[in-house]
């Protein structure tokens, strides 16, 4: 089995997870961190497997990993910033 292939079983692991979260209604700070941990996952996998940048030095590298933490970081604080 080469690596795409376990990429994307992973992939579909962590989808089936964070459906399964919401399909049971289990939501709590926990869950919700959870599922944020897993998206970064998620993401990174693609941007590392898929969009072929694990070949890639220097920023064009961390760019990705940081526009996605960037955006995790926002949901976070709407989620559990009070309005």
């Given at each position: 089995m080469d690596k795409s292939t376990k990429?994307?079983?992973a992939l579909i692991i962590f989808t089936i997870f964070t459906f399964s979260l919401g399909w049971f209604e289990l939501i709590s700070i926990i869950t919700i961190s959870l599922l944020l941990i897993?998206?970064?996952?998620?993401?990174?996998?693609?941007?590392?497997?898929?969009m072929g940048l694990n070949e890639v030095t220097g920023k064009y590298r961390y760019i990705?990993?940081?526009?996605?933490?960037v955006i995790l970081i926002s949901i976070s604080l709407g989620y559990y910033l009070p309005i």
């Open positions: 990429v994307y079983i897993g998206t970064f996952i998620k993401g990174h996998l693609v941007i590392e497997s898929f990705p990993s940081i526009w996605l933490l």
